[in-house]
């Protein structure tokens, strides 16, 4: 997960935490090699994980089980993904069926479908998807008879973003309330784009 989910979970049990002081220990923690970067060459939206030497450290000192990394992710996708809000909403709703057909669907039908939840404009929309095709996280995988729009479908790396951001999102194994809690999943869902 990126220092600014483990700020906003922490938060909870410190109000008053600052995001520079997630920093300093995050840097601390990189230091006693406890923790790594799993992104170091992105600008934004770097993922923390605990390292080998971590992972042991949890479970002492929390009880926390944490879940092991996947070994075929890439990281800086899933770094571009969690930082970017609308990036984020809108591959994750390419990843619902869609109520029409399973060719996939269309940036107008993903909009439509996001209006209540996450309103946003259509050029908004178009622009995620660009930014996903780009990355490959998404495909087409058609088009609509008439108007001729076209249709969007996960891809294999696709499908395993979104499954790791509803990982990151769930409480598996650290227990509730616990700062291991904080740290036990690689993703985060960051508010600033």
Same mark, same amino acid.
């Given at each position: 997960?990126? /220092?600014?989910?483990?700020?906003?979970?922490?938060?909870?049990?410190?109000?008053?935490?600052?995001?520079?002081?997630?920093?300093?220990?995050?840097?601390?923690?990189?230091?006693?090699?406890?923790?790594?970067?799993?992104?170091?060459?992105?600008?934004? $939206?770097?993922?923390?994980?605990?390292?080998?030497? $971590?992972?042991? /450290?949890?479970?002492?000192?929390?009880?926390?089980?944490?879940?092991?990394?996947?070994?075929?992710?890439?990281?800086?996708?899933? $770094?571009?993904?969690?930082?970017?809000?609308?990036?984020?909403?809108?591959?994750?709703?390419?990843?619902?069926?869609?109520?029409?057909?399973? /060719? $996939?669907?269309?940036?107008?039908?993903?909009?439509?479908?996001?209006?209540?939840?996450?309103?946003?404009?259509?050029?908004?929309?178009?622009?995620?998807?660009?930014?996903?095709?780009?990355?490959?996280?998404?495909?087409?995988?058609?088009?609509?008879?008439?108007?001729?729009?076209?249709?969007?479908?996960?891809?294999? /790396?696709?499908?395993?973003?979104?499954?790791?951001?509803?990982?990151?999102?769930?409480?598996?194994?650290?227990?509730?309330?616990?700062?291991?809690?904080?740290?036990?999943?690689?993703?985060?869902?960051?508010?600033?784009?």
């Amino acid at each position: 997960m990126t /220092a600014s989910l483990i700020w906003q979970r922490a938060r909870v049990f410190a109000p008053r935490l600052q995001l520079r002081d997630v920093w300093f220990v995050v840097r601390q923690f990189q230091a006693r090699a406890l923790v790594q970067c799993l992104n170091p060459a992105t600008g934004n $939206g770097k993922i923390y994980f605990w390292t080998e030497r $971590g992972l042991p /450290a949890v479970k002492r000192a929390f009880g926390s089980i944490v879940k092991p990394l996947a070994d075929n992710m890439n990281w800086n996708y899933l $770094g571009k993904v969690a930082r970017a809000r609308v990036r984020r909403v809108v591959l994750d709703e390419i990843a619902k069926p869609s109520s029409r057909s399973a /060719a $996939g669907k269309s940036a107008t039908e993903i909009r439509k479908n996001l209006l209540e939840r996450s309103p946003m404009e259509l050029s908004r929309t178009i622009r995620a998807l660009d930014e996903l095709s780009r990355l490959n996280l998404i495909r087409v995988s058609g088009w609509t008879p008439k108007p001729r729009r076209k249709l969007y479908q996960l891809t294999t /790396a696709g499908h395993r973003v979104v499954e790791t951001l509803k990982q990151a999102h769930t409480h598996h194994h650290a227990a509730p309330g616990s700062p291991a809690e904080a740290m036990r999943d690689p993703v985060e869902r960051c508010s600033r784009r």
